[in-house]
């Protein structure tokens, strides 16, 4: 499993002087963008292929209140892809100094052309990254079904 650790800093904190959820957001996809970074995903390959992450969910479950002053370690657990590799799901779990687990976040998205500005799979030289990346144990092949899977889309969309 890949980690990141993260400093809380003054301008992470909200109005309650604890992480703020906008924080744990950031801190997330710094995390995957770190990983998938060393799989050849950067700025500069996506540019190349035209393409970018398009996040459908996030959802967050806090157990703990974070505070500043002490650093924080993010996991990125590989939780589903679709064959063509257009859908992605990965679950982040934070973790204090002393390793207890105080909030997960359990997100989903999709890789977008960005010329077409549809929804695509993935190239051949990132479905194989993908290829080398460790799964969760409860990996699933993901289909267009899962990724609606928490919402009731209106008739007409």
Not at 9 to 15: E, P, T, V, Y
Not at 130 to 139: W, Y
Request: glycine letters at 8%.
């Amino acid at each position: 499993m890949f980690f990141k650790e993260f400093d809380i800093r003054w301008s992470d904190l909200d109005a309650n002087r604890h992480l703020a959820n906008s924080a744990y957001i950031n801190f997330m996809s710094h995390t995957r963008m770190a990983y998938l970074g060393q799989l050849g995903f950067n700025q500069k390959s996506m540019a190349k292929h035209d393409i970018g992450p398009v996040i459908f969910y996030e959802h967050m479950y806090y157990f703990k209140e974070a505070f500043a002053g002490k650093p924080v370690k993010v996991s990125l657990g590989f939780k589903g892809m679709s064959e063509n590799g257009m859908f992605f799901e990965f679950q982040h779990d934070f973790y204090d100094s002393e390793g207890k687990n105080f909030a997960r976040c359990e997100m989903m998205g999709a890789w977008m052309d960005l010329k077409a500005r549809k929804l695509t799979g993935l190239p051949q030289v990132f479905l194989d990254a993908f290829g080398e990346m460790e799964k969760d144990e409860n990996f699933k092949v993901l289909t267009k079904e899962d990724t609606r899977k928490h919402m009731r889309i209106p008739a007409d969309l």
